[in-house]
Nanobody, 123 residues
Framework: QVQLVESGGGLVQAGDSLKLSCAAS????????MGWFRQAPGKEREFVSAISWNPGRIIYADSVKGRFTISGDNAKNTVYLQMNSLKLEDTGVYYC????????????????WGQGTQVTVSS
């Protein structure tokens, strides 16, 4: 069993930065692929970014490439999402997820999910 707890969401203005954290517990962190997904109001949940350690891989959705950075701290069992140059369309609930099935961007491949953290970008 894996427990995921997100934090760091909030209300910011367009152009600002925000850093989300996801603390994982329950199993060896470095064996997961960790992903970030988001759901905007009235829209389906979508992939944002993912990271794995064995082997090391990172991938971003085109919509956030160059603005968001995913990283992880194995010692703290925590994955981060640094979000810069935030846009109005980045508003949504951000979810952290974990999978043991390999490196993947498809949310149905992720078995464990956090409760989500709200990110609101205002003009």
């Amino acid at each position: 069993q894996v427990q995921l707890v997100e934090s760091g969401g909030g209300l910011v203005q367009a152009g600002d930065s925000l850093k989300l954290s996801c603390a994982a517990s329950g199993r060896t962190f470095s064996r997961y692929t960790m992903g970030w997904f988001r759901q905007a109001p009235g829209k389906e949940r979508e992939f944002v970014s993912a990271i794995s350690w064995n082997p090391g891989r990172i991938i971003y959705a085109d919509s956030v490439k160059g603005r968001f950075t995913i990283s992880g701290d194995n010692a703290k069992n925590t994955v981060y999402l640094q979000m810069n140059s935030l846009k109005l369309e980045d508003t949504g609930v951000y979810y952290c997820a974990a999978t043991f099935r390999g490196f993947d961007v498809r949310q149905y491949e992720y078995d464990y999910w956090g409760q989500g953290t709200q990110v609101t970008v205002s003009s």
